[in-house]
């Protein structure tokens, strides 16, 4: 089938489709298959939405059932079977044995509409303007998300200027040598620093879409530590690697922080289907009836592929001791295709099944992106050049096809550092 219909009909926004130019059709677990047949495997999880692959059988199977039953679908924030099964078994398998009281917004479906939010509610809480957030920081597209998100590119789209936040060097901006957190204690306490008193700060654990940057976990402590000595509210957007991408169900967990707000979204349905939450400790949960809302906010098929899939891959630790386990798997294979390449000066870094590799030359992943495609793995480039190559295969991928997806990198890497060689055209890639 021709991708003719796209490039006629569709705006030329459209940006995923040109790099993975194929038309797909049916999926199951970690493999997508196009109308021509061809199967592909799935490194990419549609952006970790699909942590528990594509149509897990037993979340497929209680949609199924609540369709047929005429379950109701949608219901604003009215009160909902399936929203009270969801909100008790999130209570009961997360929150609860985390030590958590959180109490749970539905703020709009997509993730930037939990990260809105989030800002709109510090801001409330402490009547201060200002969010500090981080370099290579992504945060959403709209204009609240995107006044704390890092990208240039992204940002100069909002065609106005974005304001009431400040930036502050993430971990390792400058280097080993130079503690960030230090710097930023110092740009609050310094009354000749410019940088007002902010009202939060919001942090990623690990920047996914910045470049797969780690913050080192001490390094986040020292940042929940500064947030709690200045007053200031600590909100950790937990979008991309939260529901178990770094191994715990929230990334934040390793590095025991308490934040004050929590954006989830992205894999929260367990099923693809859109659902955000901005999670809030009850103290700051000061809003009038209504002040938020989101016409989509009572989605109730995700409500019932969330509660299932909370049910099945998160009443004991077995799927964070794999995930865990499988990091260090694609880690090693991932240290081993660098040493087995030193030309493409590529290096290995990421947390869990969040893994990548950063290359010296900016062009090189985003080849080896498109050879692998070719090859049949949908792998995407992150970072503001688009220099690292993201691997984010489903949690549930076994050994074999992550051996296998290993191996599709190590032939793509080896095509494209055989074309540099060659000094051929660099390919550049488009993303989001
Ligand atoms: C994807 C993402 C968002 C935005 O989510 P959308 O659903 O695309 O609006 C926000 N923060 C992080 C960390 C993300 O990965």
Redesign the pocket.
Known sequence: MSLDVFEQLESVVRGYVRNFPAVFDRAQGAWLHDVDGKAYLDFFSG??VLNYGHNPPELKKALIDYISRDGITHSLDMASKAKADFMQTFHDRILKPRGLNHKIQFPG???????EAALKLVRKVTGREKVISFTN??????LG?LSVTGNAFKRAGAGLPLTHSDTMPFYGYFGDEVDTIEYIDKMLQDQGSGVDLPAAVIV?TV???GGVNVADLKWLKDLEALCRRYEMLFIV?????GCGRTGKFFSFEDAGLDPDII?L??SISGYGL?L?LTLIKPEYDIWEPGEHNGTFRGHNLAFITAAESLNRFWSDDSLSRETERKGELMRQGLLQIAAKHPDAKGTVRGRGMMQAIHFENIDMAGTVSKHAFQRGLIIETSGPDGEVLKLMPPLVTDDADIQKGLEIIDAALAEAVRLEGRDSQPVRVIRD
């Open positions: 952006a970790s479906p997509t993730g930037t509409n939990s990260v920081a992504f945060h959403g597209m709209t998300a990623e920047q996914a879409e957007d937990d979008i991309q690697m954006c979204s992205k859109p955000a």
